[in-house]
Nanobody, 125 residues
Framework: QVQLVESGGGLVQAGDSLRLSCAAS????????MGWFRQAPGKEREFVAA????????YYADSVKGRFTISRENAKNTMYLQMNSLKPEDTALYYC??????????????????WGQGTQVTVSS
């Protein structure tokens, strides 16, 4: 079992950058596929980015491709989301998620069995 804690959210202006972190407990972090999702008020939770256990493969939603970068440091049990050129439509509660089965569709919430509590990102225009 793994516990996830997000940090790094905040209030920024359009065009600014933020880096989110997701700290995981446990000794087998490198075995987990990891993902970032977000949920805006009144909307469904949506996929943002995902990364394989080794970090060799990364996937992005079209809406963030070229602006966001997902990465991980397995020695520190931490995953990151570097967000550049932020837009007001990026405003949401951002969640990190973990999958131990290494199966399923990386963009689906159903793949991930473990979730953090979320960190709020607000981008003003």
């Amino acid at each position: 079992q793994v516990q996830l804690v997000e940090s790094g959210g905040g209030l920024v202006q359009a065009g600014d950058s933020l880096r989110l972190s997701c700290a995981a407990s446990g000794r087998t972090f490198s075995s987990y596929d990891m993902g970032w999702f977000r949920q805006a008020p009144g909307k469904e939770r949506e996929f943002v980015a995902a990364i394989s256990g080794s970090g060799a493969r990364a996937y992005y939603a079209d809406s963030v491709k070229g602006r966001f970068t997902i990465s991980r440091e397995n020695a520190k049990n931490t995953m990151y989301l570097q967000m550049n050129s932020l837009k007001p439509e990026d405003t949401a509660l951002y969640y990190c998620a973990a999958d131990r089965t290494n199966s399923g569709r990386y963009y689906s919430t159903l793949k991930y069995g473990y979730w953090g509590q979320g960190t709020q990102v607000t981008v003003s225009s």
